[in-house]
Nanobody, 115 residues
């Protein structure tokens, strides 16, 4: 079965860094684009970063450009999100997503940025 398992979230101070990981299984990982989404309480879930199947194309929401980097290791079936210069507005639950015939979501990992 398709599984996405996020890890790496935690509590950091503004200006700090975290690296999230999403371990994927149950599908041919190298054939699919992957995305990171986030959702803060009371707000709509938003797409944060996207990476094509080969890693050749990446896209970011404007608010994280220059601070976040999405990458993938197809040999490890893992996609990463390196988050630097974190701001309080980056706080939220971060989810890994893959679009197969259906969209599949991981359980999420909480990121809290607080002074």
């Amino acid at each position: 079965q398709v599984q996405l398992v996020e890890s790496g979230g935690g509590l950091v101070q503004p200006g700090g860094s975290l690296k999230l990981a999403c371990a994927a299984s149950g599908f041919t990982f190298r054939n699919y684009a992957m995305s990171w989404y986030r959702q803060a309480p009371g707000k709509e879930r938003e797409s944060v970063a996207y990476i094509s199947s080969t890693g050749g194309t990446t896209n970011y929401v404007d608010s994280v450009k220059g601070r976040f980097t999405i990458s993938r290791d197809n040999a490890k079936n893992t996609v990463y999100l390196q988050m630097n210069s974190l701001k309080p507005e980056d706080t939220g639950m971060y989810y890994c997503n893959v679009r197969l015939t259906l969209s599949y979501w991981g359980q999420g990992t909480q990121v809290t940025v607080s002074s």
